[in-house]
């Protein structure tokens, strides 16, 4: 397991913008798949985006294509979510996550991953 920490999270108004930072211990970073969820209050924790491994194929949730982008830097351990256009719905507390798998139906999901963040919150006023 890997240990992760994440940041960037804030308050921003709609339309806005923020990046979130996720800090991973561990010298074989390349080879965990890396993914962001989110929970709002009363809601199940929802997939946003994945990284896979070494970054060059990623996912997104129809609800977050198109404004959000993920991407990591290996070589400093972290990975990033870069989110534009936000939207109060995107509201939440966001977690990063970590596995070694790597098959699309196992990362889509957070039962798919071993390695959690403590979350960061975003909100997004209207």
């Known amino acids: 397991q890997v240990q992760l920490v994440e940041s960037g999270g804030g308050l921003v108004q709609a339309g806005g913008s923020l990046r979130l930072s996720c800090a991973a211990s561990?010298?074989?970073?390349?080879?965990?798949?890396v993914g962001w969820f989110r929970q709002a209050p009363g809601k199940e924790r929802e997939f946003v985006a994945t990284?896979?491994?070494?970054?060059?194929?990623?996912h997104y949730a129809d609800s977050v294509k198109g404004r959000f982008t993920i991407s990591r830097d290996n070589a400093k351990n972290t990975v990033y979510l870069q989110m534009n256009s936000l939207k109060p719905e995107d509201t939440a507390v966001y977690y990063c996550?970590?596995?070694?798998?790597?098959?699309?139906?196992?990362?889509?999901?957070?039962?798919?991953?071993?390695?959690w963040g403590q979350g960061t919150q975003v909100t997004v006023s209207s």
């Open positions: 996550a970590a596995t070694r798998n790597y098959y699309t139906t196992l990362v889509l999901a957070y039962r798919g991953y071993d390695s």
């Open positions: 561990g010298r074989t970073f390349s080879a965990y798949t």
């Open positions: 990284s896979i491994r070494s970054g060059g194929i990623t």
